[in-house]
């Protein structure tokens, strides 16, 4: 077993999104910065049952004739804006979403299976990523998928951190998107892959 060093928020994410919630605070005549929390619940379970025995191969792995799969993300969204008011169309704003997962399965998983795993994970600079608990079948971990500051100016929308970058819209599979392919066999698809990156929208 092995729990890892660092786990930022997931305690109060649990606590937050027992049910999902968005609400909105804000202080007098919209100068004051703005806080916006939401998130949600996403479940999947699934049990494989062949039918029939797998007779012995010496050149193939035993092949489990059952095998199950259950799996859980909790994500909460904040987003802090202020600036000239919300109202008017924020100056700054700070994007934050930490994930909980969790994978329990019946067999040792690489980690690559139905839910989990399937799309590549895009480059990021920093690890933002903590293993709360790994043994075999059973995986519980945090991250940061979203750390980003925008300032809109006049001239430009800067946006500098983990943020979602998309180069365009496609109904199934957006396999040509540049930043980060973003598998529909993934569990929480609700949300893209944030990429560590520098964006200037002028």
């Known amino acids: ?18 049910a999902p919630v968005t609400g909105q605070a804000s202080a007098g005549d919209g100068a004051a910065p703005a806080l916006t929390l939401g998130g949600y619940v996403r479940t999947l379970t699934g ?8 007779p012995a191969n010496p050149f193939v792995g035993r092949t489990e004739r059952r095998s199950g799969l259950h799996g859980q993300v909790v994500r909460l969204k ?24 969790l994978r329990v399965s019946s067999g040792e998983a690489d980690g690559r299976v ?8 895009p480059p990021r600079l ?12 059973l995986r519980v971990w945090h991250d ?7 300032v809109y100016t006049d001239m430009a929308d800067i946006t500098v ?21 973003f ?5 929480d698809t609700e949300e893209k892959p944030g990429v560590d990156a520098v964006r200037v929208l002028a």
């Open 78 to 101: 904040w987003q802090l804006e202020g600036g000239q008011g919300a109202t008017a169309g924020a100056r700054w704003r700070v994007d934050l979403h930490n994930r909980l997962q």
């Open 47 to 54: 049990v494989h049952d062949l039918g029939y025995d797998v």
């Open 183 to 187: 598998s529909p066999f993934e569990l």
């Open 114 to 121: 139905v839910g989990f795993g399937v799309s590549r994970v």
């Open 126 to 137: 920093v690890d933002l990523e903590s293993v709360i608990l790994e043994e075999p079948g």
């Open 144 to 150: 940061i998928d979203r750390l980003s500051l925008s």
């Open 1 to 18: 077993m092995r729990i890892g060093p660092r786990l930022v928020g997931a305690g109060i994410g649990i606590a937050l999104l027992a």
């Open 161 to 181: 951190g983990r943020q979602a970058i998309t180069w365009g819209v496609s109904g199934i599979f957006p396999v040509a998107d540049v930043w980060a392919q």
